[in-house]
């Protein structure tokens, strides 16, 4: 008679634990599936890490609905993390059942990258001009319409000192919108924008 027994439902507990303990040590930012189709149909692709080239995996460079397991991700129009990008977070329950979910013109996702987590308070400041120069707003909570509270539609520069964030062209969170991690960005240009215009801002959610 064998002195282990089975436990109902301790090993895929035990899965679950190692699962997480993986992610911990390696570092690892979540899991996203990218599907072909819309409403998560079609051919898939899996997630764990940053992919520079989707067709390097079989998988074509055109994407309708995403699901996001945990962490927060975001998607390129171009490879080498180049284009406009598109941000996949865990707002919603993580469940994306079109492009127009995620405020693309278009289906083209070449590069998926994750989110780095910081665990420090969210905090931003928006600075009218480049090199933190100008009116200076700070954020510490999501902000549906710039203009409406600070009286501001354009940041040049940007420091983000907890969190991360998700910068949006127009109010309300739509339109062309840029991911900004714990870093300064001296200028528009250094999170991807071609102008200083800005609607509205929020947090990204990691879970």
């Known amino acids: 008679m064998s002195i282990f027994t089975k436990v109902p439902g301790l090993v895929q507990q035990t899965s679950k634990l190692g699962s ?13 599936t990218l599907f072909e189709q819309r409403n998560f149909a079609g051919r898939r692709l899996d997630l764990s890490s940053d992919c520079q080239k989707l067709s390097d995996k ?3 460079e055109r994407c309708n609905s995403v699901q996001v397991e945990s962490g927060a991700w975001v998607g390129y129009e171009h490879d080498n993390f180049r284009g406009r990008q598109y941000l996949w977070d865990m707002s919603d329950r993580g469940e994306y059942t079109c492009t127009e979910k995620w405020c693309a013109q278009a289906d083209r996702v070449s590069s998926v990258r994750a989110v780095r987590q910081d665990t420090n308070p969210p905090r931003a400041q928006l600075f009218e001009r480049p ?13 549906p319409n710039l203009m409406t509270r600070y009286s501001l ?11 991360a964030w998700v910068v949006y062209q127009e109010p309300n969170y739509r339109g062309a919108h840029y991911i900004l991690e714990r870093k300064d960005y001296n200028n528009y240009s ?3 924008a071609q102008s200083s215009t800005v609607g ?3 947090k990204i959610r990691f879970s």
């Open 153 to 163: 539609n354009r940041a040049a520069s940007i420091r983000v000192m907890g969190g």
């Open 58 to 60: 079989n998988f074509p």
């Open 131 to 143: 090199g933190f120069s100008g009116k200076r707003v700070e954020l510490q909570d999501d902000i």
């Open 20 to 32: 997480v303990l993986q992610r911990a040590f390696y570092g690892s930012s979540g899991r996203v």
């Open 190 to 192: 250094d999170w991807g």
């Open 200 to 202: 509205s801002m929020r």
